[in-house]
C-alpha cells in the first residue's frame, strides 16, 4: 500500500520568511501526490497535485511542491510566509482500492505558525 | 452551488444511541468518502463509495454502516455509539473524470463534531 509521512508536527516560521513543510512519500508505481490545507473548524481544502511533468508544482494561495524521485519527497514551500498562512497542512498520496478504483491516502499533518 | 454538505454540525450522543450523518454534494461527482479526524492521527477512512450503487470499506470501517442514497447523498450511520467514536466526521466528494490516468482532488464538506458521552 501507498503511503506518506509527514515529519513534522509543527513548523514554526516569521511572517516574510520562507516556508516548508516536508513530506516523504512511499508508492508502488508512479506517484499521485497532493497537498491539502485545513483551516481552524473548516473541512479540507485542495492545495496542489504532482501527477506528472514538472517537478515544482504551482498552487493556490502562491504555495508550490517540489517533487523529488530520488528522494521521495513532495515538500511544500511558499517563499514568503504570511500570518495567514497558519493552519493545519496534510501531505496525500492515491491508493488502490480494494474492489477497484482509487482512494486517497492523508499523513498525519504538519501544524504550521506564521508569527507576526 | 453550495459544493458538499453536512449535517448536522454538532452532535452530543449518550453511549449505545444511534445516529445518521448526512453529507449531499451538488458537484455530479461520482466517488464518496466519509473520514474521520482525530488529533496526531490524520484523517482516516472509513468508508466509501467508488460510484452510485456501490460502497467499500476503508481503513476503520467497525462500529459504522453507510448507505449511497442516490448520486448526490452518502450518508453514515453509527448503530450504536461508544466513546471511541468521539471525532470530527468529513465527508468528501471526487470527480473521476481523466480515468486511471488521472486523479482528481477531493472536495470536503464542513464536518460534523460528535461527542460520545
Known amino acids: 500500500a501507498q503511503s506518506v509521512a509527514q515529519p513534522e508536527d509543527q513548523v514554526n516560521v516569521a511572517e516574510g520568511n520562507p516556508l516548508t513543510v516536508k513530506c516523504t512519500y512511499s508508492?508502488?508505481?508512479?506517484?499521485?501526490l497532493f497537498w491539502y490545507v485545513q483551516y481552524p473548524n473548516r473541512g479540507l481544502q485542495f492545495l496542489l497535485k504532482?501527477?506528472?511533468?514538472?517537478?515544482l508544482v504551482k498552487g493556490s494561495y502562491g504555495f508550490e511542491a517540489e517533487f523529488n524521485k530520488s528522494q521521495t519527497s513532495f515538500h511544500l514551500k511558499k517563499p514568503s510566509a504570511l500570518v495567514s498562512d497558519s493552519a493545519l497542512y496534510f501531505c496525500?498520496?492515491?491508493?488502490?482500492?480494494?474492489?477497484?478504483?482509487?482512494?486517497?491516502?492523508f499523513g498525519a499533518g504538519t501544524r504550521l505558525f506564521v508569527k507576526a | 452551488n453550495a459544493g458538499v454538505t453536512q449535517t448536522p454540525k454538532f452532535q452530543v450522543l449518550k453511549t449505545g444511541q444511534s445516529m445518521t450523518l448526512q453529507c449531499a454534494q451538488d458537484?455530479?461527482?461520482?466517488?464518496m468518502y466519509w473520514y474521520r479526524q482525530d488529533p496526531g492521527m490524520g484523517l482516516r477512512l472509513i468508508y466509501y463509495?467508488?460510484?452510485?450503487?456501490?460502497?467499500d470499506k476503508g481503513e476503520v470501517p467497525n462500529g459504522y454502516n453507510v448507505s449511497r442514497l442516490n448520486k448526490r447523498e452518502f450518508s453514515l450511520r453509527l448503530e450504536s455509539a461508544a466513546p471511541s467514536q468521539t471525532s470530527v466526521y468529513f465527508c468528501?466528494?471526487?470527480?473521476?473524470?481523466?480515468?486511471?490516468?488521472?486523479?482528481?482532488?477531493?472536495?470536503f464538506g464542513p464536518g460534523t463534531r460528535l461527542t460520545v458521552l
Open positions: 468528501a466528494s471526487r470527480d473521476l473524470a481523466g480515468g486511471s490516468s488521472s486523479y482528481n482532488e477531493q472536495f
Open positions: 508508492v508502488s508505481g508512479n506517484p499521485y
Open positions: 504532482y501527477i506528472t511533468g514538472d517537478n
Open positions: 496525500a498520496v492515491r491508493d488502490m482500492a480494494q474492489t477497484g478504483g482509487f482512494k486517497t491516502i
Open positions: 458537484m455530479n461527482h461520482n466517488s
Open positions: 463509495s467508488a460510484s452510485e450503487g456501490t460502497t
